[in-house]
């Protein structure tokens, strides 16, 4: 391995960026560059699926960081250049082109696949997913095709990307059907009295909604466009495109292919590092093995800076774990759901708030304690939810539902 090197970061997305500049304010003074395969430097992600996707915004607008300003601190940029191949016996890196590129030490900051729907007809012209800019803005012109011409937009998933995206294309004048494979809205991560109320919110804006819908084919024209969603109940939807928002997968096959240990993504510990020394990881592209041995995958902005922060540290030969509660926000309508800590094995949910509205926070417990909060229009039971979590604090479930028992005393006993 040469001492002169750079450090090499495969990924120019939230977690490639936080690396590269933590990087630098760690003290690192060598070379470093960063790899996307996109043509637009670093970008925000969620906004694609949100106001960018109806707004037909400028790709600047959602820069995190424009080429002169990493320029500024010393951060080469290199894009559209698809790393092939992580050879960590000679300790380079492979690129699409032919062109080998010798590293000192690397950062894998690949993110996240979606996931291909698995049946007939699913490569069609007009079954479109979402990753990147170009997918949004195909997204958003396939809509506006379909509102002008009243046909109309089939969704597959009723998860963030997919009631999102719902959102969106009801705003641009679109029909739409929302087809989910289980029996209610985002099933994984909310409660059902949260599922319900974005059910509602949307059929209030005209979404119709197809539950326990197994989508076994899709039909075209002669011209190789998609027309028809069919279902496992031999019902058949008219479409004039089809969005698929069935979750995404890590996208780990560098790390995979390179013999590092890889499960539900590439496996890190608390301060982003992988097996092999020389490398860390970042992002949605991680799982991070607890200290009890479980697997813990999470995909948000959060995640990715705070991971993004410990791999740079961990590069340094520093220590800086990521223990902070996890975070999540969806923007639906005039709706923002606000997510904090992880509700998975809750055993009982209190409201607080008017579910009529909707303006309401379910608090999430287990075995008494509490474990997370989801806010709808509650941006201060967030904010809260997130000093509750973050000290280990736990109001009784007698408090929490006491609407005249002021929550954050708690928080101010704990100082």
Known sequence: MS???????????????Q??????????????LLIGEEPHPPYQRPPLSKKWLFDAGNPVSLAIRGAEAL???????????????????STTLELASGERLSYSRVALATG???RVLPVPGATLQGVLCLRGIADSAAIAAAIRRCASEQRPVVVIGGGFIGLEVA????????????????????????????SEAFEQLHRSHGVQFVFDAQVTELRGTREGHVAMVRTADGREFAAGCVVVGIGVTPDDRLA???????ERGIIVDECSRTADPMIVAA???????LADGRLLRLESVQNAVEQGKSAAAALMGRERPFYATPWFWSDQYDVKLQMAGLSQGYDQVIVRGDVAKPAFSAFYLRAGRLIAVDSLNRIPDHMLAKRLLDNDLSPTAEQIADAGFDLHS???QSA
């Open 3 to 17: 001492s002169h090197a750079p450090i090499i970061i495969v990924g120019a997305g939230q977690a490639g960026v």
């Open 256 to 262: 995979a292919e390179a013999g590092l240990p890889c």
């Open 112 to 114: 996240s696949l979606p």
């Open 71 to 89: 320029a500024r601190r010393r951060i080469e940029l290199k894009l559209e250049a698809r790393v092939e191949r992580l050879d960590r016996g």
């Open 19 to 32: 690396i590269a500049e933590s990087l630098r304010q760690e003290g690192y003074g060598g070379e470093l």
């Open 283 to 289: 992002g949605d592209c991680t799982a991070r093995r």
């Open 410 to 412: 708690l928080v101010r």
């Open 167 to 194: 959102a969106g294309a009801r705003k641009l004048g679109a029909a739409v059907t929302v087809l989910e494979g289980l029996p209610r809205l985002m099933s994984r991560v909310t409660a059902p009295i949260v």
